[in-house]
């Protein structure tokens, strides 16, 4: 990442996620500690998402009567050409689920 964590930060990161994908550069948009929200969008970068556009929101919540953290992604992203609707959908929500187990992990490696 360039420069501090704030809104209009430029990140570059390299993509583990054994997806079609190697780099991908992004400007964080919106970052709010008190209400934990982040949103973000692709620049470009080795991959295919054209338009991409997210925000995460985090939201105190009870899992089996046991204190737990909510998030929740929205994501806005153009279908690329030679690809249908539910392809980018499918890629989309395995980059998102990599994503969130491995902020998971690292929460949990914070708390034990």
Do not use: W
């Not at 079609?20 to 970052?31: D, G, H, M, V």
């Not at 991959?47 to 929740?72: G, M």
Request: hydrophobic share 35%; proline share 3%; charged share 25%.
């Amino acid at each position: 990442m360039a420069g501090e964590l704030k809104e209009g930060s430029v990140r570059q990161v390299c993509v583990v996620s054994g997806l079609p994908a190697e780099t991908s550069t992004e400007i964080l948009e919106k970052f709010d500690e008190e209400n934990h929200i982040l949103g973000y969008r692709v620049l470009g970068g080795e991959h295919r998402l054209q338009n991409y556009s997210a925000i995460t929101t985090l939201h105190s919540d009870l899992i089996d009567d046991k204190p737990a953290t909510l998030v929740i992604e929205s994501y806005i992203v153009d279908v690329p050409e030679g690809n249908t609707h539910e392809d980018t959908k499918f890629y989309v929500e395995t980059l998102i689920k990599c994503n969130l187990k491995s902020l998971s992990d690292s929460c949990e490696r914070l708390v034990s």
